[in-house]
């Protein structure tokens, strides 16, 4: 069992590697691609992306043991060995095959939940930032009713309100309590953008509203709303994980990797490993979304002199 | 007198300004003609309402705070571009009127190849498919004058000079082959050499592809090269029109006169103020607050009181040409006495 576990951890790793590798001779034929990986920690932000995800998607190879498996229930809290890479819980769960099950949950809600927030955040802010008048007035009050209530009230209730809350309507909580920033950052972008010359004589060349917002001013915007996309999903993990701690986000038992530190963490005076790692996990992801948001911005503004 | 293309009677153009502390009056009573395949330019200083002259022929001025006075009329063809529905609109702009702008550095998406943004008026208003486009952009591309048109096409506005970029726009104006293209200010931002390559192309264009042009300038250099018939402007009105030839000979407005004599020329150095090239003293008024009477009058120097207190209709000029072709805003064409040096 035991090989076998090195074995698909050593294999996730290569896959991740190799999916590196292959992206960086690909894109290196382009300029923008060779900004991206002249980004300092684009490539290792890129890294650890493909290997949480690659161990995500092929979780049951991957895990040792089923997530909810309790091994012996007489000795919880085994230290990480080689038979438990990252020990068992106090529920005597193997820690990392529910990390490895956690990671699908976690980075699923993370993304999804980015991609219901930033549509309907880029659609706000473009049609805010375009006819302004009345439309603008009332999306920005609306949006400043959402930035002024306190988001993890506003969850902790609508979540308080449902036992055992389903994942979709998670998902559609956190990314429709997330999205008002973003409508700013692409009105404010929009409002820039349609003053421009480029806009005018795309008007008067014929093109129509729809036209000229989609194909001349968002994606004159599409570096900032990418940023703050890659930012984002780590701030939606974040949230989820927040959620999930205080026992209100992904019921128990199905591992995300917020409640895995809820459930080791007051263990963690005899059994740090339950809890840190998932933390670590958290913090690795995020940092990589990070990294690559950044190198995406590098790489995606085509004003940078090509090299 | 074949039928114009382009009809603009009493056009009227307001800016409601932020404090609502006034009105400008932008575009205020401006009346024009354009024939099919002739060049029509339009000559005034900054602000006196060529641009928006220009904007609200295609309706783009912004409103609020912009808006076209009701009674003003823009006729296109015969139909009346004012009350066209949006869709109709913009049917016509790119298509059967294009525009180029003055800034050929920021006209251009930034995020566009230039073929893309050549093929989208293509794509727009005939329909072609992306692969035909892009051939129709290298046409364009080649057809401007820009070498290597099929590997320029796929590069993007800033890989280019500012007069390859120029050449772009034209290229993007001329793909549908408008019936008129009105060119705001097209070399105003280019260097001299550039801007006669330019100008030159426009020519070449407009001869083969016969369509007309309203050259927008400030530049009395670029109407006497270009132009047929010249409009000059002075705060949102037409104070003088004329064959291009008529009025370089015989400016009657005060105010075309002044310019004239405001540029540097080879062949006559001005004798006048001691060497000094003429100026027109004073300023253009502002839009909120046009002077009573003849709007030139504070800075006219044969003015008299019949010039503060009415402002004067656009006079014939006659002088043998055919009646109507030179026509002049200023009370002086009924009392040519007065035009005598001031003292």
């Not at chain 1, 509203?209 to 004159?220: D, K, M, S």
């Not at chain 1, 999930?244 to 459930?263: C, E, K, T």
């Not at chain 2, 003088?240 to 062949?267: C, I, K, M, N, W």
């Amino acid at each position: 069992m035991s090989v076998w576990t090195w074995l698909t951890l050593g294999g996730a790793a290569v896959l991740a590697l190799a999916v590196v590798a292959e992206l960086r001779r690909r894109l290196q034929t382009s300029a923008r691609g060779r900004r991206f990986f002249r980004h300092p920690t684009a490539a290792l932000g890129l890294f650890v992306l493909a290997f949480f995800v690659t161990i995500a998607l092929a979780a049951p190879v991957v895990a040792p043991y089923p997530p909810y498996y309790q091994i012996d229930i007489g000795h919880p809290n085994r230290p990480p060995s080689a038979q438990f890479l990252l020990g068992t819980d106090p529920f005597s769960r193997d820690v990392w095959s529910r990390l490895v099950y956690g990671a699908r949950v976690s980075l699923g809600i993370g993304t999804l939940a980015m991609l219901v927030a930033a549509t309907v955040g880029t659609a706000v802010g473009a049609v805010s930032g375009y006819f302004r008048r009345w439309v603008d007035a009332t999306l920005m009050r609306l949006v400043d009713v959402g930035l002024a209530m306190p988001r993890i009230f506003v969850l902790l209730m609508a979540v308080a309100l449902w036992e055992h809350i389903a994942l979709w309507a998670l998902v559609l909580l956190i990314g429709l309590t997330g999205w008002f920033g973003t409508s700013r950052l692409v009105r404010a972008e929009v409002l820039s953008l349609r003053e421009r010359e480029f806009v005018a004589a795309a008007r008067a060349l014929g093109a129509g509203a729809g036209r000229v917002i989609f194909r001349h001013v968002l994606p004159n915007a599409a570096a900032p709303i990418i940023v703050s996309g890659a930012l984002g999903i780590g701030n939606m993990m974040l949230l989820e994980a927040g959620l999930s701690f205080l026992g209100l986000g992904v019921p128990s038992p199905a591992p995300s990797w917020g409640n895995m530190i809820a459930d080791g963490w007051h263990k963690m005076a005899v059994a740090w490993w339950s809890s840190t790692f998932p933390g670590l996990a958290i913090s690795l992801v995020v940092m990589a979304l990070n990294a690559v948001g950044d190198a995406l911005r590098d790489a995606l503004d085509p004003r940078r002199e090509a090299a | 007198m074949t039928e114009p293309l382009l009809r603009v009677r009493d056009l009227q153009t307001y800016f409601v300004t932020e404090q609502g502390s006034g009105t400008a009056r932008a575009v205020d009573g401006v009346s024009f003609e354009v024939q099919p395949g002739e060049t029509l330019g339009i000559v005034g200083e900054s602000g006196c309402g060529k641009t928006v002259t220009s904007l609200s022929i295609l309706r783009l001025i912004p409103e609020p705070p912009g808006h076209i006075r009701p009674g003003s009329v823009i006729e296109f063809e015969g139909r009346n571009l004012l009350t066209l529905e949006p869709r109709e609109l913009r049917a016509i702009r790119g298509n059967q009127i294009a525009m180029i702008f003055q800034e050929p550095m920021t006209s251009l998406n930034p995020v566009f190849t230039v073929g893309d943004q050549i093929a989208e008026a293509a794509i727009v208003h005939q329909g072609l498919s992306r692969r035909v486009a892009r051939t129709r952009a290298i046409d364009m591309l080649r057809l401007v004058g820009i070498a290597d048109p099929e590997e320029r096409v796929d590069h993007y506005p800033h890989q280019m000079s500012g007069g390859m970029r120029q050449r772009v726009m034209i290229g993007m104006a001329l793909v549908c082959h408008p019936k008129l293209l009105i060119a705001d200010e097209p070399t105003t931002a280019l260097d001299v050499t550039i801007q006669a390559q330019i100008l030159e192309l426009l020519d070449r264009l407009q001869a083969e592809l016969g369509m007309a042009v309203m050259l927008i300038t400030h530049d009395l250099g670029v109407v006497a090269g270009s132009a047929d018939r010249v409009a000059v402007m002075y705060a949102g009105q037409v104070v003088e029109q004329a064959p291009t030839a008529a009025l370089f000979a015989r400016p009657l407005h005060p105010y075309t006169e002044g310019l004239l004599a405001s540029v540097p020329r080879l062949d006559a150095p001005p004798a006048r103020e001691h060497g000094r090239l003429h100026s027109i003293p004073g300023q253009v008024p502002a839009a909120t607050a046009w002077p009573d009477g003849c709007r030139f009058h504070p800075r006219c120097p044969y003015a008299w009181e019949r010039c503060r207190a009415e402002m004067p209709p656009l006079l014939d000029a006659g002088g043998g040409a055919e009646p109507g072709t030179h026509t002049v805003r200023c009370w002086l064409l009924t009392e040519p006495r007065r035009r005598t040096p001031h003292p």
